[in-house]
Every structure is written in structure tokens, then in C-alpha cells.
């Protein structure tokens, strides 16, 4: 995973990402120090400065420190023994060395021994700002980097993603990796999935989290719409511009627009969009000139587009584009084991918002394991929210879930319902209440209350029939 995120284009950080960053300074020239300090207090660290390595290796012990900036002019130790025993003593922190000559060999020696940069005496500022920006950079990507291994270690999920399943740690890997790259990614599942949410996660996972995430639906808004609200429009380019409009592949300069269900998208639209895309420029409505984009394309959709290809209802060459990297979004039935912790989650939510708890019985969380999900997530969100209206406050039981979920109690399938014989009335009884017990596994209080009477009936009447329940 590293080595694809390392080989990911990454954009270097704007100076404000520095400003959580603690440097400590090095040396024993103290006009040296203070210069450096100000440079780097401009570019946001937090600089500290040690006159010594002995004084540095207390320092670091006490302090947050990220990187060190380490003269190599010192007395007693030689730079490199200092680097070394810097690097010993906290090998996470990154170190820049001064080297006081231009010596090649100096410098290969500092790497070698796990310098991350060096810069020669004298050097300017800008050698000096370019230095610890590459070294923001770095450090930055570092802590994402062990960040998302956290999350994919705790199997958690990224962002609100819901799921432990073992299905569900590729779709986490890929999140991980696409998050660091501009590339596109088309995100399949069915409906209800969390397709937005996989979205989501790759945009506000990634190092341009904090530029616009804008979605857009293909399938919902009005074709001519969906061209002016993709690439804008100019002042009078259709009856009602009044007003020139940008479009959102343009608002969303430097962030992500994630195209929902994009296989809808007219297929005039296709083209526009495969242009987009290969020419990273956009032409509004009416407009003869274009405008730079400069966005990531985050598709999804619930459609088999490969078929939809074939069928030529999808232009091959915008599949190809969006597809550089693709997801699929195990539906929940081939995750069941994830159902309990999204239907507890939900019922926590709901719990909060309501003031009151929530909780299913065990019969009702066995129904929604062993149900099949075609809404997805979705309908598991939409059922529970369903059963909290009704029964303000309480126990969910199984008998409180829709029908749908829990099967329809077993219709009354006796043959002599269907003889022409008059069958006396309580043989018919007596074959429903045999029926209903037998199709709920034995469960006398359920049956009772499908069939609509009270449990003491339901025994008494098993009594008189002498039946061995
Ligand atoms: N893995 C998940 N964990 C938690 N919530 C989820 C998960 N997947 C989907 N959801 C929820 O289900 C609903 C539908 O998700 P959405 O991303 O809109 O699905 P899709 O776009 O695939 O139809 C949303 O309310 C979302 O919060
Ligand atoms: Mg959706």
C-alpha cells in the first residue's frame, strides 16, 4: 500500500499545512539558528533550537518534535555520529542536515545514515523554504499514511462506512489508495449501498479534503439541466440565463465531482464529459471560449455499464476514463455478519435523536440477518426508522417488523380446506393452529398472536386436541 501511495502524484502541500508542524534546530552557530527559525516560523512550524545533540536528545525526549534541522558543525561529536544517535533515539522524527563544505560524500554519509534531506553551506533562504516545505510535505504524508493503516487495521471503516466483513477490507484498501490520487474511480454497487459514502470517504480521506466534494445526479435532474449545471453557462445562452452561471466541474476547482448514477447520463452528455476529462477543460453553454478544470471525477452507478456498453447505450471510451480504478460494494446479504452492527448503529442514532432507547429482541435480529437486503443498507436504515415511529420507546420484537422481512405467516394450505366435504369447524382450527406452531418452529406465543387468540386459549384448545407440542 505505501508504495502506491508513494507513487501517487501528490501535490505539495500549501505552507498552512506546516503549521502544526514543531521543528528543533541544531546547532552551536546561533545566528544561524535564529535565521532558520524565522524562515521556518514563517512557513508555520513551531521552532525550537538546542545548542548541542545533548541538549537536542533532552529536548526531544520532553517535547513534540516532527523534524530537526541539525548543523553538522559541532564540537566533540561529528554530525553524522549526532544524526545517529538522534535518529536512535526517535526514529520517527525526520532530520534535514546542514553539511558545513559542498562534499558529496558528507552528504550520501548524512543520508545513509537517515537524513531526509541535506542542504550545503551557504544556502539561501529559498534553498532553505524549499527544504522544509519537501519536509511538510513529507511529514504530512507520513501521518496519513499511518492513519489510514489505523483505520484498516481497526476495521473500522473510513469516515461513517459501517462494516467489519472480510468483503468489506478490499473496498477499505482501495478507498485507501484512491484517496491519495487525482485518478478516477467508478464506484458499483446496488442501490443502497453507500456508494455516496465510499465517495465520500475517498474525497474527505485525501489530501484535497478540505476543497469542495460536490455530487451531482444524473438520473434525477432534467438532461438540459444537467449540462448547464455540469459545465455553466453564459448570460442569455438559453431562454431563462439571465444571469452567466459557472459550472460545478469549475466550483469544484481542485476538489471532486462525483457523477451519481452516471449511467444515465444522455449520451450527447457522454461526449461533452469524455472531452472534460481527456482535455481538462470545460466550454460553457453558449460560450465559445473554455475554461481550465482542474477536478477529480468520481463516478457511481447501480447499472451493469459493461453491458450497457455493449448495448451502445455508453460511449467505451468514457467507460475506460472513469473506470482507471474501480470499486464494487458488496450488497449486505453477501455481509450478514455486518447487519447487527449497522442495525445497532442506526438504532443509537435514532436513540439519541428520539430521547428514548431503542433496542431489538434477539428473534428480530435474527429476521434481519436472515433477510435479503435488495435496498440495501438503505432499507435496513428506512425499516428500523419505521419501527421506532410505531413503538415509541421499546423492545423491537420480530412481530413488529414488516412482513416482507419476517415472511408472510404461512398460508392455510390443508387439504381439507379444499375437499368438497363440509368440514366441521374445529378440525380447521385445529389444522391452523398445527400449522401455525409448526411453521414457527414450535413457538407457542408467536402463533397465538398470528392467529389472533390469547396464549390460555391456544393451550386449552391444544389440551382438548390432546396434540404433543
Ligand atoms: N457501510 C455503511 N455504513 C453505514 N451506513 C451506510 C453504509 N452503507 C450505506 N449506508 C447508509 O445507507 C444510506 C444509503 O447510502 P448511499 O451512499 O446513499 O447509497 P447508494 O448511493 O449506494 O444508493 C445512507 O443513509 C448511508 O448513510
Ligand atoms: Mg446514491
Not at 508513494?6 to 534546530?25: C, G, H, W, Y
Not at 550520501?108 to 534531506?117: H, P, Q, S
Not at 398460508?411 to 389444522?431: D, G
Request: hydrophobic share 40%; with cysteine.
Amino acid at each position: 500500500m505505501t508504495a502506491a501511495i508513494a507513487a501517487s502524484p501528490i501535490v505539495p502541500q500549501p505552507l498552512a499545512s506546516a503549521a502544526l508542524l514543531n521543528l528543533l534546530i541544531v546547532g552551536e552557530d546561533r545566528a544561524l539558528r535564529e535565521m532558520c527559525r524565522e524562515v521556518a516560523s514563517s512557513l508555520g512550524y513551531r521552532g525550537t533550537s538546542a545548542e548541542s545533540p545533548e541538549q537536542a536528545l533532552r529536548m526531544l525526549d520532553s517535547q513534540d518534535t516532527d523534524l530537526v534541522l541539525l548543523d553538522f558543525k559541532l564540537h566533540g561529536l561529528t554530525g553524522v555520529q549526532a544524526l545517529r544517535q538522534i535518529k536512535g533515539a526517535r526514529h520517527d522524527v525526520e532530520v534535514v542536515v546542514v553539511t558545513s563544505n559542498s562534499s558529496v560524500d558528507v552528504a550520501v554519509e548524512a543520508m545513509k545514515a537517515g537524513a531526509f534531506d541535506y542542504l550545503s553551506k551557504p544556502f539561501t533562504h529559498e534553498e532553505l523554504t524549499v527544504a522544509l516545505e519537501r519536509a511538510a510535505a513529507h511529514l504530512r504524508l507520513k501521518a496519513e499514511n499511518r492513519l489510514l493503516r489505523e483505520k484498516l487495521k481497526s476495521k473500522q471503516g473510513f469516515g461513517n462506512i459501517i462494516g467489519r466483513a472480510p468483503e468489506m477490507d478490499k473496498l477499505y484498501r482501495i478507498i485507501a489508495k484512491a484517496a491519495h490520487s487525482m485518478h478516477p474511480v467508478l464506484i458499483l454497487g446496488e442501490s443502497g449501498t453507500g456508494k455516496e459514502m465510499v465517495a465520500r470517504a475517498i474525497h474527505f480521506s485525501g489530501p484535497f479534503r478540505d476543497k469542495p466534494f460536490i455530487p451531482v445526479d444524473c438520473g434525477s435532474l432534467v438532461p438540459t439541466l444537467i449540462e448547464s449545471e455540469l459545465f455553466g453557462h453564459v448570460k442569455g445562452a438559453f431562454t431563462g440565463a439571465a444571469q452567466a452561471k459557472e459550472g460545478l466541474l469549475a466550483i469544484a476547482e481542485g476538489g471532486t465531482v462525483f457523477l451519481d448514477e452516471v449511467g444515465e447520463l444522455p449520451v450527447d452528455l457522454q461526449a461533452k464529459m469524455l472531452r472534460a476529462l481527456q482535455e481538462k477543460e470545460i466550454r460553457p453553454v453558449g460560450s465559445t471560449k473554455s475554461v481550465p478544470i482542474n477536478v477529480r471525477i468520481l463516478a457511481a452507478t447501480n447499472r451493469d455499464l459493461q453491458k450497457a456498453v455493449v448495448e451502445g447505450a455508453f460511449r467505451r471510451d468514457l467507460y475506460f476514463r472513469l473506470n482507471v480504478l474501480s470499486v464494487r460494494i458488496p450488497p449486505l446479504r453477501e455481509r450478514r455478519q455486518d447487519i447487527p452492527l449497522l442495525a445497532t448503529s442506526v438504532l443509537e442514532r435514532l436513540s439519541q435523536e428520539n430521547r428514548c432507547r431503542y433496542e431489538l429482541s434477539d428473534d428480530a435480529m435474527k429476521s434481519l440477518m436472515a433477510y435479503d437486503w435488495p435496498g440495501n443498507v438503505r432499507e435496513l436504515e428506512n425499516c428500523l426508522q419505521r419501527c421506532c415511529a410505531l413503538n415509541s420507546g421499546r423492545l423491537i420484537e420480530r412481530l413488529d417488523l414488516p412482513t416482507t422481512i419476517t415472511g408472510a405467516p404461512e398460508k392455510f394450505t390443508s387439504n381439507l380446506a379444499t375437499e368438497k366435504r363440509i368440514v366441521p369447524l374445529y378440525e380447521l382450527e385445529k389444522q391452523a393452529i398445527e400449522n401455525a406452531i409448526a411453521s414457527l418452529n414450535g413457538d407457542k406465543l408467536m402463533a397465538a398472536k398470528l392467529l389472533g387468540i390469547g396464549k390460555t386459549t391456544l393451550y386449552r384448545k391444544l389440551k382438548e386436541y390432546g396434540a404433543e407440542f
